[in-house]
């Protein structure tokens, strides 16, 4: 069950990361805050912290899978579970990206 | 005891009851996955007529074919038919069939929860096709968006059809789904460890893992809009504090993940049926699992892109268009890997390759133009109109349909014995293929031209008669080639026309049992070194069957199989299954009447039919275990493991973890629908929020430190070989104590009918309530279990099951409470 878990667990955590982003969105949009911090509003930069947690926390994730501690045995489930650990983390890049650069409540 | 012998002696064991009768009793996997199959072909054969009456009216300008109000129905239930009772179904019946076999092992891991799952598909099928029969079947498409489908604008019974019946067929996925996520982890050969397993093992691991999460926000939203027509409860209505765009974001939470669970299964009849047919292996094992494991989950994060038009803020529309482009990769992926394996094989051109060939084509084309719509200012142009229609019907004809009929005459020997006598198969390709790109490049076409979906009719002065009438004739073509195919497997059946034993010269292990397979299909479980047994050892049938590997001594007389690890495939515990039994259908027949009586607003009968349920249930419980000590099993080969009686983890411990990860979606969803209408909903607040009370705080805390230190207790006692009945009584106390904390909270809760807030509070509690009283029920049964000697220090699997649902249902209560006082705390 661990190795399925290794496999599943940066995929899964993508989907939790950008859907708690999107509902983060959909309430800072319900709440006006009004004021702004270096030139960003503070939505933006709420949804910006949200992306770099996001980031990070599958950076970790991904070194978790390339450790001898944390990792699977070497074989099928390490290659496999390496491979879906990539894909959480582009997926976090490629799909959260546009709290960068799109228009926030628009 | 030579192989005859054996043979002879495991058909006696394992056969269904003779003659017509013994369908009402079958619990083997054989009959059951054929019986899927064959029901699952029935209703595409319908769909298709329906698909054919759709093109009749649309062939010509100001058709009088079809009014309106028949045409709505029409089109409505292609889509459902196509979509939930043949797809599903049919993927369903293909991995029943096919995996015991190809993992190695003698059935599912519930054989009677498969039999109970067509049942349920039977009968909530059934009900569907009586709508119309009847001209009074669901007529508001097949995604029933409110406020269309409520009670103003749909005050007859056909919306009700399809909430009721729909929901009814999911039990089915959702029984299906549970059984082959732990048939592939722990039914399999020894040896088989999880980077040997087939490849189509995986995708259909994956699609059942999705099945568990994608369709419950379905479920919850047919419940939701039932209660609203049925109760008056207002999740949609917006002047109540409803919102209907709750129903899209729960539908196409479903919907969505939907379209992959109907492909990724087609792409394992690819995986599985290219590289035989290229005569090499799969190209990218690794990266293939990878690939759908990624597709899977990319796939619940494209929902919104099917509302793009519904005014959400850019950010949120450039979230859901970034994962849509995404989830193209992991495709490719895939796309690559089959064309590399074709690449480095030596690719022979066989019938089920043709079908290959016509699915890269159709699916290609349809992947491209899914990520012109996935692209929002070109979703905007075409959304609604024929060019969506055509985009889904390349993704769904040509991403399963054509796999499909590739794996159909891939398998067909294996379930008749037969070899194909008429070479039809190659003209219903070449009709299928030229109908089906005919059909829908024009639909296309006329679609970027401006005709919208679901249209009855249109006028000559709008230029669109001559693509109409040219997609009808190839729709006509396309049902020609698929009634051929039709024929020829009536055909394969009827001509005795004995096939060569694997024909394909396949290394994968369904091809090592007889054809057709027996119902026992091994007569001793192979020990598994690779991922193509077959080739490996081309003499391992024979050893098989001369019963050289394990549990091959049927002496005992007893269904035996083995569960093994979930990572190396070890041998783990010895499993004897049950026998045949008419139970699954009597328990779906009873569910079937629950379903009825809120179809025909018989109320009073619900609450019998659930209790008709529960019954059927424990007596379905009650079959199992042992009452006495059966220590470690020999299962050959000189290994010993314990029965499945005598373990911490039993079989329902894992089918309940399961059934609670598809339970826990389905409550997620409901909390995350009160968030939406919390924050978006635009008529909130309601008149007033709920404060929190210190006595159902204090009853509830009380009640779950008592079900929780109850029902350890009893654990711990049974297993130092002391009476557990003082830990389940004060368990059972504990439970009763969470009921009267929910029942109070409820009494203090606003009307359900006069705003969304107290219909979603209700849904709430009454949802904990359903949950004390299945968790009561089980501490019941456990007493009576008790007392009737089941239990020992050895044999504990049977407290096994109820930490799980007593910790589930602390946990939801804990939540329940939280999340409906949390509005009245932060006003």
């Known amino acids: 069950m661990r190795d399925l878990l290794r496999i599943l667990v940066s995929p899964f955590v993508w989907l939790a990361a950008f859907s708690a982003v999107y509902g983060l969105h959909g309430i800072l949009c319900e709440i006006d805050l009004g004021a702004t911090f270096a030139g960003a509003s503070w939505r933006r930069l709420s949804l910006a912290i949200a992306f770099s947690l996001a980031i990070l926390v599958q950076v970790v994730l991904l070194m978790m899978l390339h450790s001898d501690r944390f990792g699977a045995a070497p074989g099928f489930s390490r290659a496999v579970s390496r491979a879906s650990g990539w894909v959480g983390l582009v997926a976090v890049l490629w799909t959260l990206f546009p709290v960068l650069t799109t228009t926030t409540c628009g | ?827």
């Open chain 2, 1 to 827: 005891m030579n192989a005859l012998a054996r043979h002879r002696r495991l058909t006696a064991i394992w056969s269904s009851n003779p003659g017509w009768k013994g369908w009402f009793s079958t619990v083997n996997h054989n009959d059951l996955g054929l019986m899927f199959l064959v029901t699952a072909f029935f209703y595409f054969l319908i769909g298709g007529v329906l698909a054919m009456l759709i093109r009749a009216q649309l062939a010509t300008p100001r058709s009088a074919f079809a009014g309106p109000e028949i045409y709505g129905q029409l089109f409505t239930m292609h889509g459902v038919i196509m979509m939930f009772l043949f797809a599903i179904p049919a993927i369903e019946g293909l991995a029943i069939y096919l995996l015991p076999k190809m993992l190695g092992t003698r059935d599912m891991a519930y054989p009677r929860l498969t039999a109970y799952g067509y049942w349920c598909y039977f009968f909530g099928g059934a009900m569907l096709l009586v709508s119309l029969l009847f001209g009074i079947a669901p007529d508001s498409g097949w995604f029933m968006y409110p406020p269309l489908t409520g009670r103003i604008y749909s005050p007859g019974i056909n919306t009700d059809f399809w909430l009721i019946g729909i929901t009814f067929v999911e039990i089915s996925a959702i029984c299906a789904a549970v059984e082959l996520t732990v048939s592939i982890l722990r039914y399999r050969a020894p040896g088989m460890s999880l980077g040997r397993m087939p490849i189509f093992a995986w995708y259909i691991l994956v699609v059942a893992l999705m099945i568990l999460t994608g369709f419950p926000p379905l479920i919850l939203g047919s419940i939701l809009l039932e209660l609203e027509r049925a109760f008056g409860m207002p999740f949609f209505q917006v002047e109540l504090g409803g919102d209907s765009l709750l129903w899209q974001h729960l539908f196409w939470l479903f919907g969505h993940p939907e379209v992959y669970i109907i492909f990724l299964p087609a792409a394992g009849v690819i995986s599985t049926i290219l590289p035989v047919m290229s005569s090499t292996t799969l190209l990218g094992y690794r990266w293939v699992v990878a690939a759908t494991v990624a597709l899977a989950i990319l796939s619940f994060g494209l929902w919104v892109h099917h509302m793009f038009t519904t005014g959400i803020p850019h950010m949120g529309l450039a979230f859901f268009s970034a994962a849509s482009t995404l989830v193209a990769v992991p495709t490719a992926v895939q796309v690559f890997a089959w064309i590399g394996t074709m690449w480095k094989g030596t690719p022979r051109l066989l019938l089920p390759m043709l079908y290959i060939l016509g699915f890269f084509v159709t699916f290609v084309i349809g992947g491209l133009t899914g990520v012109m719509v996935a692209v929002v200012p070109f979703d905007w142009q075409v959304h609604d109109t024929a060019f969506v229609t055509a985009h889904l019907h390349y993704v769904l004809f040509g991403g399963f349909v054509f796999p499909l009929l590739a794996g159909l005459y891939y398998w067909l020997p294996l379930a008749t014995g037969r070899k194909r006598y008429f070479r039809l198969g190659q003209v219903a390709f070449a009709l299928i293929f030229v109908g089906f790109h005919v059909t829908f490049l024009a639909m296309h076409w006329v679609g970027l031209m401006g005709q919208r979906r679901r249209i009855s009719t249109y006028g000559p002065e709008d230029g669109w008669t001559a693509i109409n009438l040219i997609s009808s004739i190839g729709g006509f073509v396309l049902a020609f080639g698929l009634v051929i195919v039709l024929l020829e497997v009536v055909l394969n059946v009827i001509v005795r026309h004995r096939s060569l034993r694997n024909p394909w010269r396949s290394g994968t292990l369904e091809w090592a049992t007889t054809m057709p397979a027996p119902a026992y299909n091994f007569a001793s479980l192979p020990q598994v070194n690779s991922r193509e047994p077959l080739w490996d050892d081309p003499n391992l049938p024979t050893r098989i069957a001369r019963g050289e590997f394990y549990l091959g001594d049927p002496a005992n007389g007893q269904r035996e199989t083995l569960i093994v690890d979930i990572a190396t495939g070890t041998p783990q515990q010895h499993v004897v299954y049950p026998n045949n039994t008419r139970l699954p259908i009597c328990m779906a027949a009873v569910t079937g009447i629950f379903f009825l009586s809120i179809l025909l607003k018989v109320f009073w009968l619900a609450p019998f039919a659930m209790v008709g349920v529960a019954t059927l249930a424990m007596r379905w419980a009650w079959t199992l275990g042992s009452k006495k000590d059966l220590g470690d099993q020999p299962i050959g080969r000189g290994v010993l493991v314990p029965n499945i009686a005598e373990v911490d983890r039993p079989p329902g411990w894992w089918g309940s973890a399961f059934l609670l990860v598809a339970n826990a979606t389905l409550f997620g969803s409901l909390l995350f629908g009160y968030a939406f209408l919390w924050t978006i909903a635009p008529g909130w607040p309601p008149p007033f929020f709920v404060t929190p009370s210190a006595l159902v705080l204090i009853t509830a805390i009380i009640g779950m430190a008592a079900a929780v230190a109850g029902i350890g207790h009893a654990v711990s006692s049974n297993r130092r070989g002391a009476k557990p009945v003082a830990g389940l009584l004060i368990a059972l106390a504990g439970i009763a104590a969470l009921g009267v904390s929910l029942l109070a909270f409820l009494t203090m809760a606003p009307s359900p009918t006069s705003h969304a807030y107290g219909a979603t509070l209700w849904v709430l509690g009454s949802y904990g309530l359903v949950h004390v009283l299945v968790a009561a029920l089980m501490l019941v049964f456990l007493l009576l279990r008790q007392q009737a000697g089941y239990m020992s220090s050895q044999r504990r699997a049977e407290l096994a099951v109820a930490p799980l649902w007593i910790g589930y249902l602390c946990v939801t209560t804990a939540l329940i409470l939280f999340c409906a006082y949390l509005p009245g705390m932060v006003a």
